[in-house]
């Protein structure tokens, strides 16, 4: 079973910065996380990748302001968002390439989503 939990969203004023965090919880199987990464969607625009570890890709959007980085000790992503743009109102989903090391089949897991909104 996997789960990815995400946390750190909320309101925030332009200017501002947010950290968010996703946790990665596996079980029943023994496992390798190949890459994590973070997406978003916005209302009525299609799912964006925002940054992705491995060779870490940011998108050019947020070069610059947002920070990715992973505790491979505790399967844990975040995202550092710094100078916040009301642009960058979205919900933001925690993703996981996750590999069975029994099947060495990969698969790739979705968390909740969390909620950012950057306003006055």
């Known amino acids: 079973q996997v789960q990815l939990v995400e946390s750190g969203g909320g309101l925030v004023q332009p200017g501002g910065s947010l950290r968010l965090s996703c946790v990665a919880s596996?079980?029943?199987?023994?496992?390798?996380?190949?890459?994590m990464g973070w997406y978003r969607q916005a209302p009525g625009k299609q799912r964006e990748l925002v940054a992705s570890t491995g060779s870490t890709n940011y998108a050019d959007s947020v070069k610059g302001r947002f920070t990715i980085s992973r505790d491979n000790a505790k399967n844990t992503v975040y995202l550092q968002m710094s100078s916040l743009k009301p642009e960058d109102t979205a919900v933001y989903y925690c993703?996981?390439?996750?590999?069975?090391?029994?099947?060495?089949?990969?698969?790739?897991?979705w968390g909740q989503g969390t909620q950012v909104t950057v306003s006055s």
């Open positions: 596996v079980s029943g199987f023994s496992f390798s996380i190949i890459v």
């Open positions: 993703n996981a390439d996750i590999q069975n090391t029994a099947t060495m089949r990969t698969f790739r897991y």
